[in-house]
Nanobody, 122 residues
Framework: VQLQASGGGLVQAGGSLRLSCVAS????????MGWFRQAPGKEREFVAA????????NYADSVKGRFTISRDNAKNTGYLQMNSLKPEDTAVYYC????????????????WGQGTLVTVSS
């Protein structure tokens, strides 16, 4: 599975962005999908994850109520809708695919996209 993330950009605080993650390969639907982020000088951290069938989701406390993860297996695409963005959300965002259902652990994900930069100005 190869992943391509897109949709990042510069937005003012309080604004919204929608990230997309397009997967190649016909087995994308077998995998849980996660979004992680990494700010300069910090470790990569969990943001959100969704089960292979969309039946279960998991969010970091810092984004609950503001971010929504979803997927469309027919399009081999996952999404992260980000609302009410804050400057502390500034980071490179990565999508990932793995076998573990909605895991928050980086090493549980086998495939990673290249990342897309989100910058939130105050």
């Amino acid at each position: 599975v190869q992943l391509q993330a897109s949709g990042g950009g510069l937005v003012q605080a309080g604004g919204s962005l929608r990230l997309s993650c397009v997967a190649s390969g016909r087995t994308f639907w077998l995998y849980a999908m996660g979004w992680f982020r990494q700010a300069p000088g910090k470790e990569r951290e969990f943001v959100a994850a969704i089960r292979w069938n969309g039946g279960s989701t998991n969010y970091a406390d810092s984004v609950k109520g503001r971010f929504t993860i979803s997927r469309d297996n027919a399009k081999n695409t996952g999404y992260l809708q980000m609302n009410s963005l804050k400057p502390e959300d500034t980071a490179v965002y990565y999508c990932a695919a793995g076998r573990s259902s909605t895991s928050v652990v980086v090493k549980d994900y086998d495939y990673w996209g290249q990342g897309t930069l989100v910058t939130v100005s105050s």
